[in-house]
């Protein structure tokens, strides 16, 4: 039986008018069910049976994807909680010398840390009192909230001094049930605030270093949040648009998930920004930055979140685990790559 998410899609799949004939469709679908030894339902969820793509064969099969993430994920089993635990990845960096957002204070369940000290909090008035402390001697307006282990912009919320005492019961028993980060609220660049300014507009790169320790970018694009939202995330309704890797430039043509509707945009909905050629900033200084981060692991495929401060980018998150089939859509095929093919070609 079909899941909900996948008669959505199938869904999407028949009303949407940018198909291909049906005679192409299926043939195209034949040829990847018998090649990959699957049902290919990424030709589907991928939109690779729309009109405009051609080169259907040079994306990722399920199997394939599966297959390339474990096989980073041997290279370095250890590291892996490092990925995982965000509280140990930025204090990872920090050691490093990796600029990465400032962490005030964390939490497990009803067991918080500041400055070294325990505090043991039992009611929201308790919780208040702690939030007031941190906000005068770190003398800051907002903090940024997620989840130490969350995924896909899940959980995520910002608490303001102003209002600090007013938050949501909901809100006070989620962190008392699970482990937080309160970390800065990142200012980002003048740039990316006229794409949204509500979220944090954070850049997806995707890295392979080989055999050799030779560091190769062989994705990147943006993600930008709709309006009033406070995550850029695809899963949470973002739009992804991917950028030229090596200049920085970003391409015409965004889109959304198809869980989010699958439409095509070429200027952000409520801001009318064009994408087109559109530059972000400090691009050299982010290739650098990753090319440095990714010396201290040995996980050979990774996905890096990067900001853009005013002051230039910091590295938000890693992940070892991470949506590589959107980054291959992205790409336009992962497989037109040299150096990714020979590495598929070599994992067979």
Not at 134 to 158: R, T
Not at 279 to 307: C, M, N, R
Not at 330 to 340: A, T, Y
């Amino acid at each position: 039986m079909l899941s909900k998410r996948n008669k959505q899609i199938l869904l999407f799949f028949l009303r949407d008018k940018n198909k291909k004939n049906w005679f192409q469709i299926i043939k195209e679908f034949t040829t990847l069910y018998i090649s990959k030894k699957e049902l290919p339902l990424y030709y589907i969820s991928n939109l690779l049976y729309r009109k405009n793509v051609f080169n259907y064969k040079d994306y990722l099969s399920l199997k394939e994807n599966r297959r390339l993430l474990q096989w980073s994920c041997s290279h370095g089993k250890e590291q892996i909680v490092l990925a995982e635990n965000k509280l140990l990845f930025e204090e990872f960096l920090g050691k490093n010398n990796i600029p990465t957002p400032q962490i005030y204070f964390h939490n497990s369940k009803n067991r918080f840390t500041y400055k070294g000290d325990v505090f043991e909090i039992e009611t929201k008035k308790d919780l208040a009192s702690l939030l007031e402390k941190v906000f005068n001697e770190e003398k800051v307006e907002y903090f940024f909230c997620k989840p130490i282990d969350g995924i896909m912009g899940g959980n995520i919320f910002i608490i303001e001094k102003k209002t600090h005492r007013k938050i949501a019961d909901i809100l006070i028993n989620l962190v008392f049930s699970k482990a937080f980060i309160f970390q800065e609220l990142i200012q980002q660049h003048e740039v990316l605030k006229k794409i949204n300014y509500s979220s944090l507009n954070t850049l997806r790169i995707v890295t392979y270093k080989n055999k050799k320790n030779e560091l190769e970018v062989l994705s990147g694009f943006i993600r930008v949040g709709r309006k009033g939202a406070i995550v850029d995330n695809a899963h949470a309704g973002g739009i992804v648009v991917p950028f030229n890797k090596e200049t920085g430039k970003v391409c015409a043509e965004g889109l959304q998930l198809i869980d989010n509707g699958g439409g095509i945009f070429h200027k952000h909905p409520d801001t009318e920004v064009i994408f087109d050629n559109f530059q972000i900033p400090h691009y050299t200084q982010v290739k650098e930055l990753v090319t440095k981060a990714s010396s201290f692991f040995k996980l050979p495929l990774l996905g890096w979140d990067v900001a853009i401060t005013p002051n230039g980018p910091i590295i938000v998150e890693v992940n070892h685990n991470f949506h590589l089939l959107l980054s291959d859509r992205m790409e336009k095929g992962l497989k037109r790559i040299p150096s990714f093919k020979q590495l598929l070609e070599q994992l067979k």
